[in-house]
T-cell receptor
Framework: SAVISQKPSRDICQRGTSLTIQCQVD?????MFWYRQQPGQSLTLIAT?????????ESGFVIDKFPISRPNLTFSTLTVSNMSPEDSSIYLC???????????FGNGTRLTVT | GENVEQHPSTLSVQEGDSAVIKCTYS??????FPWYKQELGKGPQLIID?????GEKKDQRIAVTLNKTAKHFSLHITETQPEDSAVYFC??????????????FGQGTTLQVKP
């Protein structure tokens, strides 16, 4: 398995601003993903973070709103841009050590937009 | 697209009793079904998973069963303990994907184990 660390663990931001969330894995992993968990709800996949190329976004999520970087096999960032209160959620970084291995999650970033 | 329904949304049991959480999925091509436990303030933690070529899998007090014909799978926790109290999520891989990172999650079940 992999240990996944996210920073910050929580933040309170004003609407219209942007926040970049960092995700660090303690070992090289094949794939990294970003999920969103809205308050009291389930998890929804935002995008697959591809190393050295543009992320692959799921329906309903766009690069302008959620730009993602993955410069190497252990690190990724998710930016939540031009935030509104509807963006208040937990943002979860996750990773696969190998393509068919189980998915592991970090502890998430709890974002509140006022 | 794939849809995963999870029931019940809340479950309260006495310590020592069994707990069962059920999920149904819509995509018959789904072939990977993990279960996650999420404690307050933490990320989801994988507790058990099953693939479509297996009908049942057990790990100590936890078991998962899969019925491909009916497209449902269940989590069974025996001899529940207060530390089992958490939110449990089922998930399924959509469209028969071999990518176990792209998951569709159920709505979650809040399990409370009363001492």
């Amino acid at each position: 398995s992999a240990v996944i660390s996210q920073k910050p663990s929580r933040d309170i931001c004003q609407r219209g601003t942007s926040l970049t969330i960092q995700c660090q894995v303690d070992s090289q992993v094949t794939m990294m993903f970003w999920y969103r968990q809205q308050p009291g709800q389930s998890l929804t996949l935002i995008a697959t973070a591809n190393q050295g190329s543009e992320a692959t976004y799921e329906s309903g999520f766009v690069i302008d709103k959620f730009p993602i970087s993955r410069p190497n096999l252990t690190f990724s960032t998710l930016t939540v841009s031009n935030m509104s209160p509807e963006d208040s959620s937990i943002y979860l970084c996750s990773a696969l050590v190998e393509r068919n291995s189980p998915l592991h999650f970090g502890n998430g970033t709890r974002l509140t937009v006022t | 697209g794939e849809n995963v329904e999870q029931h019940p949304s809340t479950l309260s049991v006495q310590e020592g009793d069994s707990a069962v959480i059920k999920c149904t999925y819509s995509d018959s091509a789904s072939n990977y079904f993990p279960w996650y436990k999420q404690e307050l303030g933490k990320g989801p933690q994988l507790i058990i998973d099953i693939r479509s070529n297996v009908g049942e899998k057990k790990d100590q007090r936890i078991a998962v069963t899969l019925n491909k014909t009916a497209k449902h799978f269940s989590l069974h926790i025996t001899e529940t303990q207060p530390e089992d109290s958490a939110v449990y999520f089922c998930a399924a891989s959509p469209h028969g994907s071999s990518n176990t990172g792209k998951l569709i999650f159920g709505q979650g079940t809040t399990l409370q184990v009363k001492p």
